[in-house]
């Protein structure tokens, strides 16, 4: 799943060539490219999809959202690291046919 998340913005920095800010998604800060919305300033909530802000948002309702995605249990699953998501994966029931072919006939 591929969820674009609101979070605010904490703070914004460049390495040279790109504008670099470190998001706050409800208690899980993230470094996200901020190079498609020029206009968002510290304080600001953004949309963050796969990494990238791709819109500004306001407070109510990137705070609604996340505590909608909270309660259906997305928000931890989404903001996962690497790493949490390859155990999480890991952890799962596996298929010996994971695409289908074998199942029913």
Do not use: W
């Not at 968002?40 to 796969?50: F, K, L, P, S």
């Not at 990137?62 to 928000?75: N, P």
């Not at 989404?78 to 390859?86: K, N, V, Y």
Request: aromatic share 6%; hydrophobic share 35%.
């Amino acid at each position: 799943m591929c969820l674009a998340i609101p979070g605010k913005v904490e703070e914004i920095s460049t390495d040279g060539l790109i504008r670099i800010g470190r998001v706050n998604f409800g208690g899980i800060v993230k470094n996200v490219c901020m190079d498609y919305v020029p206009e968002v300033q510290v304080g600001d909530y953004t949309i963050v999809h796969v990494g990238f802000a791709i819109s500004k948002i306001d407070e109510e309702t990137a705070e609604q959202t996340l505590r909608d995605f909270r309660e259906m249990g997305m928000l931890d699953e989404e903001l996962a690291s690497e790493d949490e998501a390859f155990a999480r994966a890991a952890k799962a029931p596996q298929s010996s046919c994971p695409d289908g072919s074998c199942g029913g006939e």
